[in-house]
């Protein structure tokens, strides 16, 4: 079956300090992986994702993920968080056999203090 | 494109009464997701469509809800009798079909029942 662990329900980092929202999972066949962050009173909105190619992921915001085959993660970084990347962050992942559903991690919250 | 619209944004109602959320999906895509959010339980797949045929129901909390997507621009969710316990926030998401695809979310229906 296929899951998706946040293992951190909050992260707080200071401002201009480096961040990583953790995120592991579980998939049979080759995974696709997304990154998503939600605002306060808004939708989910797609950060970045990995389909295949290079483990180095960049995105939206100045974020980025690394795939770990190995470790089978997928860790959000960003080299210098600012206030504003405060938000909820929800990893998320599907099979390569399946054209389906998106199975969601449970979310991260990310708390920048200036 | 106006991505994901869903609607009403904000629907206050009694106990006992029936309420209907509804979506336009990304004109192209052929997957649409509904989904519920609250503190206590996070992100929850209630149920999905794929060709506007539903393909997992599994979510869906109980008789009380129900789902339809007559045509590929417009899905509904019917609660019915509606309980304070349904309070929630509830996105639609569309996608195309394919596994390396994401999906976009709409801005959400914030409910309340009292």
């Known amino acids: 079956a296929q899951s998706v662990a946040q293992p951190e329900d909050q992260v707080n980092v200071a401002e201009g300090n480096p961040l990583t929202v953790k995120c592991t999972y579980s998939?049979?066949?080759?995974?696709?992986l997304f990154w998503y962050v939600q605002y306060p009173n808004r939708g989910l909105q797609f950060l970045l994702k990995y389909i295949t190619g290079d483990n180095l992921v960049k995105g939206s915001y100045g974020f980025e993920a690394e795939f770990n085959k190995s470790q089978t993660s997928f860790h959000l970084k960003k080299p210098s968080a600012l206030v504003s990347d405060s938000a909820l962050y929800f990893c998320?992942?599907?099979?390569?056999?399946?054209?389906?559903?998106?199975?969601f991690g449970q979310g991260t919250t990310l708390q920048v203090k200036p | 494109d106006a991505g994901v619209i869903q609607s009403p944004r904000h629907e206050v109602t009694e106990m006992g009464q029936e309420v209907t959320l509804r979506c336009k999906p990304i004109?192209?895509?052929?997957?649409l997701f509904w989904y519920r959010q609250t503190m206590m339980r996070g992100l929850e797949l209630l149920i999905y469509f794929n060709n506007n045929v539903p393909i997992d129901d599994s979510g869906m909390p109980e008789d009380r809800f129900s789902a339809k997507m007559p045509n590929a621009s417009f899905s509904t969710l019917k609660i019915q009798p509606s309980e304070p316990r349904d309070s929630a926030v509830y996105f639609c998401?569309?996608?195309?079909?394919?596994?390396?695809?994401?999906?976009?979310f709409g801005s959400g229906t914030r409910l309340t029942v009292v």
């Open positions: 998320a992942v599907k099979g390569s056999s399946n054209t389906g559903k998106l199975i």
């Open positions: 998939v049979s066949g080759n995974p696709y």
């Open positions: 004109s192209g895509h052929n997957s």
């Open positions: 998401a569309s996608s195309s079909a394919g596994a390396s695809y994401g999906y976009t």
